[in-house]
Antibody, heavy 120, light 108 residues
Framework: EVQLVESGGGLVQPGRSLRLSCAAS????????MHWVRQAPGKGLEWVSG????????GYADSVKGRFTISRDNAKNSLYLQMNSLRPEDTAFYYC?????????????WGQGTLVTVSS | EIVMTQSPATLSVSPGERATLSCRAS??????LAWYQQKPGQAPRLLIYGASTRATGIPARFSGSGSGTEFTLTISSLQSEDFVVYYC??????????FGQGTKLEIK
């Protein structure tokens, strides 16, 4: 069974940093692209960032480009999102999502999310 | 950025009837379109990819159609658990995947 477990969320002040982690199990992690998708409370979904299997290709939404960095450690079956210069509009549930394959672009499995709240 | 527009925002349908949800892209996305279902307090679940292919384990009452800029998700014979929120997503443009704003399906 595929499991994706996010961690690292919490309350942070504007301008500060936070690092999210996603622990993957139940599948061969290195065979799949991975993504972060966020959802502000009561709002819709927003793709944030994606990374291919060997970290050779990464992508970001314009709203986070230059502030967020996605990375992965295939040896640890883990995905990360380093979030710098956080803004109140970054407040959201952040979901780790597994691609169908290598950057096919749609998300076949999701974690339960971790809440990031940016507020002073 | 490719803008995805879903209509209507809220759709009222009676159980057992058919629901038709629409999704429009601001430019052609070919068949690179997925649909997700999200229940309250849960992560989204993939229903359809490639505009019309059901994901594993998705009941046959869910079907997708369309290509280019116009897409439809049809749910035939609505069950009580189907009255939740649905999102479309284009994955034509990497790195710039975008979602629609969602359609809430409510009981009439």
């Amino acid at each position: 069974e595929v499991q994706l477990v996010e961690s690292g969320g919490g309350l942070v002040q504007p301008g500060r940093s936070l690092r999210l982690s996603c622990a993957a199990s139940g599948f061969t992690f290195e065979d799949y692209a991975m993504h972060w998708v966020r959802q502000a409370p009561g709002k819709g979904l927003e793709w944030v960032s994606g990374i291919n299997w060997n970290s050779g290709s990464t992508g970001y939404a314009d709203s986070v480009k230059g502030r967020f960095t996605i990375s992965r450690d295939n040896a640890k079956n883990s995905l990360y999102l380093q979030m710098n210069s956080l803004r109140p509009e970054d407040t959201a549930f952040y979901y780790c999502a597994k691609d169908m394959s290598s950057l096919s672009g749609y998300f076949i499995d999701w974690g339960q999310g971790t809440l990031v709240t940016v507020s002073s | 950025e490719i803008v995805m527009t879903q209509s209507p925002a809220t759709l009222s349908v009676s159980p057992g009837e058919r629901a038709t949800l629409s999704c429009r892209a601001s430019q052609s996305v070919s068949s690179n379109l997925a649909w997700y279902q999200q229940k309250p307090g849960q992560a989204p679940r993939l229903l359809i990819y490639g505009a019309s292919t059901r994901a594993t384990g998705i009941p046959a009452r869910f079907s997708g159609s369309g290509s280019g800029t116009e897409f439809t998700l049809t749910i035939s014979s609505l069950q009580s658990e189907d009255f939740v929120v649905y999102y479309c997503q284009q994955y034509y443009n990497w790195p710039g995947y975008t979602f629609g704003q969602g359609t809430k399906l409510e009981i009439k």
